[in-house]
């Protein structure tokens, strides 16, 4: 920024004492003015104080070192090169000679107050706004180029650079908006300030570093996989190295070959796609760009945007997939999972959107939607005679932080008139982990009189601890234990003993063929879900599988 108030200096060079008077006389009214009578002691001022001078005026006939002398030192020197140079002259041939010597602007003697003044004011504005150019390149922080001048340095790379190959990195701190509230808006300038060392510490002439934003960071380098992958894990363990904060983490995204057509935004866009994708997941922090992110992200927009709408269409269905026991094959109750019936995309998996609906927090309506409609289908299954089977409701782990039973849970049952006995709620194992929220929550639920079914278990860090932690009528071994039976033989054991031993029924899931189906009832699984006995199934096709199930 250009400090408008402050009185900038300005440096006379002169032998004349009295054209230094008159030169003082003009400027000091609106400058210091410190007046040298030769440029050796000039040049003594400057290096002691270069920052302090705004311009130079400079007598190019003088004794000890004439103004060409000196000129050429000045515009040599790094320290003060920089400062603009008016030179005072009485003859034309000199003002071309001292302007190609590096000179700014001249003076002619006689002086004339004006000309003087509003030259020496146009050049010192000239010179500051073409500093702050300059500072405006760095980020002030740490040093590293700020955005713009990155985007416009990169177009200009890539454009004139066209053969060559580059790969790009992004990384950010994970979980900003947490950390924001421990260590405040400025708290980020310290970990910045280590961040653009540790960077410019690499002092790879090769590489290019930018602060995209306050919590995101950037290089652009030479293509080479490998060697870009290596980088990352440098700078990932570099992070880590006596940071000013503890526990800061980061997420990292790359692409290799990056097209020289795209623009930096874009090209950030795409990191930002790819970190996205990362979520969570606190094992993995590093993902490479593909094409397909984006289209994910599109799709997540296209999802969000209908998502209400359809809702209000009955565009979400629910399919029912049979429970069967093991031993005499009799069917003991259903799942209840939810399908999409979208206009356009036809039917749509739940893998595709309930993530999204997760994140977003629209799962807490569907899943109370979900209920509404399975005790709607259970009383017209009574209507039409048949017997009611418990269904089961899939809770997301978003569901136990904000839903209220006794306010939307419960009504719902003195509304449809359904015992509360033919609703069971499934949560999953590794959202309960050992956190007191889960816990509590399922102690509610169980505490209103409904069967938990532990979903999922054995498919993430499954720890045997949660079976006598966490409240639970049934557990459910995942698919991947059906898939692997063979080789998990040992474990599919222990764990359904551990639990008949806690009084806790075990539900395998995925069950495809009669060998697996062989195996869970030699270890005395108590229900079989899985496509051995059938697939999900419209309201239609569930109410035919009751009738058969009558006889
Ligand atoms: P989940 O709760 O573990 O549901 C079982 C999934 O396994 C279902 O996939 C089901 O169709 C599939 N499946 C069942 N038997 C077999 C089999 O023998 N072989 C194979 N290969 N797959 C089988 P689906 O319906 O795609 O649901 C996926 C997941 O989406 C569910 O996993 C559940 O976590 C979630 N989900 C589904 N509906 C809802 C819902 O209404 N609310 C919530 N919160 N989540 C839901
Ligand atoms: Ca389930
Ligand atoms: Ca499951």
């Not at 995101?216 to 980088?231: G, R």
């Not at 904000?402 to 509360?420: C, D, E, G, R, S």
């Not at 409904?450 to 979903?455: H, K, S, T």
């Amino acid at each position: 920024m250009i400090n408008k108030t402050f009185k900038r200096t300005v440096l006379i060079v002169d032998d004349d004492e009295i054209n230094r008077e008159i030169l003082v006389s003009i400027l000091s009214s609106n400058y210091n003015v410190i007046a040298k009578s030769n440029g050796k002691e000039a040049l003594d001022i400057l290096d002691k104080h270069p920052g302090n001078i705004s311009l130079i005026l400079l007598d190019l006939q003088m004794p000890v070192m004439d103004g060409y002398e000196f000129l050429e030192i000045a515009t040599k020197n790094e320290k003060f090169n920089s400062i603009p140079i008016i030179v005072e002259t009485a003859e034309l041939k000199d003002e071309e000679k001292a302007l190609l010597a590096g000179a700014s602007d001249y003076v002619t003697k006689p002086y004339s107050p004006t000309v003087i003044l509003s030259r020496v004011k146009a050049l010192i504005r000239l010179s500051e706004s073409a500093s702050a150019l300059k500072e405006s390149r760095l980020d002030p922080e740490t040093g590293l180029y700020s955005r713009s001048y990155f985007g416009y340095l990169y177009k200009k790379t890539m454009d004139a650079l066209y053969e060559n190959e580059f790969d790009f990195i992004l990384f950010r701190i994970r979980d900003v908006d947490s950390l924001t509230s421990i260590y405040g808006e400025d708290g980020f300038a310290k970990e910045a300030e280590f961040i653009g060392q540790l960077l410019l510490d690499l002092k790879d002439r090769n590489n290019l570093y930018c602060r995209v934003s306050p919590t995101m960071f950037s290089v652009l380098k030479p293509h080479n996989k490998e060697n870009s992958i290596e980088l990352i894990n440098k700078i990932n363990k570099l992070l880590q190295t006596n940071p000013p904060f503890n526990k800061i983490n980061y997420d990292f995204a790359f692409e290799c070959k990056v097209d020289h057509e795209i623009s930096f935004s874009v090209l950030v866009n795409r990191m930002l796609a790819a970190l996205k994708t990362l979520g969570d997941n606190v094992d993995k922090n590093v993902v490479e760009f593909e094409p397909e992110m984006l289209e994910a992200d599109s799709k997540k927009a296209f999802i969000t945007s209908i998502m209400e709408e359809s809702l209000k269409n009955n565009d979400f269905l629910v399919y029912y997939q049979p429970k069967h026991d093991t031993s005499s094959e009799e069917l003991k109750g259903f799942e209840a999972l939810v399908r999409w019936k979208n206009p356009t995309a036809g039917i749509i998996s739940p893998g595709d959107f309930i993530p999204i609906f997760e994140a977003n927090g629209f799962i807490t309506k569907l899943d109370l939607y979900m209920l509404e409609k399975v005790l709607q289908d259970l009383n017209k299954i009574k209507e039409l005679g048949l017997k009611q089977y418990p269904v089961s409701i899939n809770l997301s782990r978003r569901d136990l932080a904000t839903v209220n039973i006794n306010a939307q849970i419960l009504p719902l049952f003195k509304k449809y008139k359904v015992n509360k006995s033919l609703i069971h709620f499934e949560i999953t194992e590794s959202m309960c982990g050992s956190s007191q929220d889960v816990i509590s929550a399922a102690k509610t639920i169980k505490n209103a009189g409904f069967a938990i079914e532990i979903d999922d278990f054995g498919s993430g860090y499954s720890s045997l601890g949660i079976i006598d932690t966490i409240p639970m009528d049934y557990l459910k071994l995942d698919i991947t234990f059906a898939r692997n039976i063979e080789a998990k033989k040992v474990v599919v054991r222990t764990v359904i003993e551990l639990a008949h031993a806690l009084k806790v029924k075990t539900v395998a899931e995925g069950v495809e063929s009669k060998e697996q189906l062989k195996i869970y009832k030699d270890f005395g699984c108590d229900l079989i879900q899985g496509y051995y006995f059938s697939k999900p199934m419209c309201y239609e096709e569930y109410v035919d599988y009751l009738r058969k199930n009558e006889k």
